[in-house]
C-alpha cells in the first residue's frame, strides 16, 4: 500500500499593512535636531556660573575658618598674658586650643588643602608669640610666600581663588 499524499499547503495569505506616519517621525528628529543645541547652549552657559560660585564658597568657607581660629588664639592670648601661643604646627596650636577655645580646629582649607599656622616677634630671634598668621594656599594649593609677613593688606575679587587667603591677628589679610 502506498501512503496518502500529503496535502499541499494552504495558499498564502496576504496580510494587511499599517500605513506608517513618517510625518511623526520627522517631527520627532526635528524637536531633536533643536533641542540638542539649545540644551548646549544652557549647559555652556550655566556650567562655568557653577564652577565658580562652587570656588567662591570655598574661598568664603576658608575665610570663616581663618577668622575663627585666629579668634580662638586671640581669646587664648587674653587669657595666658600673651599674644598668640608659639607653636611651630597646626597641631601644636591645636592642643593648646582644643576644646577650650575651639571645639576642633579646621586643618584643612575648603579645597582640602592644609592650613598653615606661623608666628613671630618683633624681638628677632625670640621665642615669644607677639603676632601670628593662618594662611590658605587657595584653589591651586601653592603659597604665594613662604613667610606669611610678606603678605599685603588687600581684598580679592571673587576671580582671584587661586590666591591666598590669609588671617593674621585676628582680622583677614588677604581674602575675599
Known sequence: MEAPPVPPPPP?????TKKKNTWAL?????C????????GVVVAIA????????HRGKQHSTVSDLETISTAVRVYGTDHDEPCPAAATLDELARELEPTYINQLPRQDGWG??????FWSDEGA?????????????RDGV?????????ETRKLTGSE???DLVGSDAFVVQGP
Open 26 to 30: 520627522w517631527l520627532g528628529v526635528g
Open 47 to 54: 556650567l562655568p556660573a557653577y564652577v565658580s560660585a562652587m
Open 32 to 39: 531633536g535636531c533643536l533641542l540638542v543645541p539649545v540644551v
Open 143 to 151: 603659597f604665594e610666600h613662604e613667610d606669611a609677613r610678606d603678605y
Open 161 to 163: 581663588v587661586e590666591r
Open 113 to 118: 588643602h592644609q592650613l598653615r599656622y606661623q
Open 126 to 138: 625670640s621665642e615669644r608669640c607677639l603676632h601670628f598668621a593662618v594662611s590658605s594656599a587657595g
Open 12 to 16: 498564502a495569505v496576504a496580510v494587511p
